[in-house]
């Protein structure tokens, strides 16, 4: 995805990914509440703190005098986070005098959406009226567009002739690093290259960057390019140097791309000094990064969001107060119905039609078999529950009339899902299916060999352990550190979330704060999983159109 502008790279730090969207508000046929002349509208937006659960004022436009029908110039630049729901509230008021106070002024009406309701909208447009002490307070119009200097993506190679030999005993260790000018003259590392060991002719593997990581989108600003020699004692010497920039690079490989490495001192000590060796450019190529936005607003691809459900009797008696199952009339909702709204709620921001297929697994029924993939609704040929209460009323259901059992296996459920992807490979629909689970499967050859074929079709897998099971072997599934692989064969991508939940369940927290924290970790790697796959299959999103008027 995309980056906040001004979020550099600096090393040893973290930072979270995100695209900067930037707000635009019309408001047509609001309500007059003026007597002698027209309402003089002001829109106040507010963004809910996951935390508190309480809203915090974000930004205000300003006044426009005398008109039902403004269009705000003021903007308001947001992060926008896919793993979060970002609750915002719209709040129209007619001003009436030079105060700062809301209470000041004639309320007119208000939203309440989340930022993903808004940029999953057509061409992220959405329009809706205004709630407010009246029938017809007049309609809201929001836009989101994605804010960025530049998507493009630069994929370069470099090789080095006749280096400076600086080692006593071999030759020399070199690298390159590539800086950034900054606006006051100095320059920031940006990327390095491998150490190639014991070379003065070295070949540097290709490497891909964004463009603005190394000249903030301006292909004309100075990149400098420093090549020293490694030390296993963590020292640097260096060998030389040079500046070119991204329009000289464009020209591709050729004399304008062969550059003489300069170091300063030895330059400075010997007159007949030419250079500490040849960089040459041996080939490039840029091209444009999509971002998840680009695919969700252009109605280029479908989200769709399956459930599936640990059944087996580890959860423990659902009558009974201590099960993972076990559903309090007159409390917080259980880590499955938690997990289910927390997941659900964001996700389907990005489904038109709401329905969710919602699925079971180790339960036994009333023929005495164990189903590993049942239907929570219980129609085989229908699966999909309307909404997350529809999700919810299934599963509540459902807890009434099968028996919890086992064993836990979660192939059958993820080769389900891994049908219904394979219907549409291209690009059109993406697949995220939630497993929530109380205990360590039983089948993992069997679920290792699934997510290596499903790694392979548009689909991401989240995980979510419930109860204070030992989910240790779960992270052999979750393929951050080491690619997951089956009889030889590796996952195409990474696909695998896991997460228990008790890490975000502390004393003194409430149960919505909880499940904020929970969504944040399980989605946050849906976006990059998602433009993995569509970069792969060479998919790319259909060009956004001009909304038509209001």
């Known amino acids: 995805m995309a980056y906040p502008q001004g979020q550099q790279f600096q090393a040893g730090s973290s930072a979270v990914p995100s695209s900067q969207v930037e707000i635009s508000v019309s408001c047509r046929s609001l309500r007059d509440c003026d007597m002698l002349s027209k309402s003089d509208p ?15 004022e974000f930004g205000r436009s300003e006044v426009i005098q005398d008109n039902l029908n403004p269009d705000f110039v003021k903007k308001f630049v947001m992060n926008y986070f896919f793993e979060e729901s970002q609750k915002l509230k719209f709040e129209v008021y007619d001003v009436d005098a030079k105060t700062a106070r809301l209470d000041a002024h004639d309320f007119i009406g208000r939203i309440e959406v989340s ?29 989101a567009e994605e804010m960025s200097n530049c998507k493009e993506i630069i994929t370069l190679q470099f090789k080095a002739n006749k280096l400076d030999k600086k080692d006593f005993f071999g030759k020399s260790d070199p690298y390159l ?74 020209r591709g490989p050729g004399s304008s791309n062969q550059y003489g490495l ?43 969001f399956t459930v599936a459900i640990d059944f087996t009797a580890s959860n423990g008696n659902p009558s009974n107060p201590s099960s993972l199952h076990y559903l309090n009339p007159y409390g917080s909702p259980n880590q499955y119905s938690a997990a289910i709204m927390a997941v659900g709620e964001i996700i ?158 502390r004393n003194g927290t409430s149960m919505l704060t909880s499940q904020a924290a929970l969504a944040k970790e399980v989605l946050a790697e849906i976006p990059d999983q998602f433009l993995q796959y569509m970069k792969k299959k060479g998919v790319k999103p259909r060009t956004r159109t001009t909304a038509p008027p209001m």
Not at 42 to 56: A, G, I, L, P
Not at 116 to 133: D, Q, T
Not at 187 to 202: A, D, G, Q
Not at 382 to 397: E, R, S
């Open 42 to 56: 002001m829109v106040v937006v507010f963004c809910k703190d996951s935390k508190s659960d309480q809203y915090y």
């Open 115 to 143: 930022l993903g309701e808004i940029v999953g909208s057509p061409n992220g447009v959405m329009k809706r009226p205004l709630k407010g002490p009246v029938a017809k307070n007049g309609d809201i119009i929001i836009r």
């Open 177 to 250: 690093e590539f800086q950034r000018s900054n606006e006051d003259g100095s320059f920031t590392v940006v990327h390095r290259t491998e150490v190639i060991k014991n070379s003065l002719n070295p070949t540097w593997q290709p490497f891909t960057v964004p463009v603005k990581t190394l000249c903030n989108g301006d292909h004309a600003r100075v990149i400098k390019v420093v090549c020293n020699d490694w030390n296993s004692d963590g020292s640097v010497d260096l060998i030389g140097e040079f500046t070119t920039t991204i329009s000289e690079i464009s």
């Open 262 to 304: 300069i170091n300063p001192k030895k330059k400075e000590k010997k007159k007949k000094y030419v250079d500490s060796g040849q960089v040459y450019l041996m080939s490039n190529k840029i091209e444009y990064q999509h971002t998840f936005l680009d695919y969700i607003q252009t109605g280029s691809t479908q989200m769709n």
């Open 348 to 505: 389907q921001d990005y489904d038109s039609d709401k329905l969710f297929p919602a699925l079971g697994f180790g339960a036994r029924m009333s023929d005495n078999n164990v189903y590993h993939d049942f239907a929570l609704n219980f129609n085989p040929n229908d699966p999909q529950c309307q909404g997350i209460k529809g999700v919810l009323d299934a599963y509540y259901h459902s807890l009434k009339n099968v028996q919890l059992y086992g064993p836990t296996n979660f192939s059958p459920v993820i080769n389900r899902v891994a049908g219904f992807a394979a219907q549409q490979q291209d690009g059109s629909n993406y697949h995220v299916l939630l497993i929530i689970t109380d205990g360590v499967i039983t089948d993992m050859e069997q679920t290792k060999n699934a997510i290596v074929q499903a790694s392979r079709l548009p689909m991401s897998i989240i995980i979510v352990g419930v109860g204070d099971a030992d989910f240790e072997a779960m992270n052999i599934l979750d393929g951050d550190d080491v690619r997951v692989s089956s009889n030889g064969q590796y996952a195409d991508r990474d696909i695998v979330q896991f997460v228990p939940f008790r890490d975000f369940i």
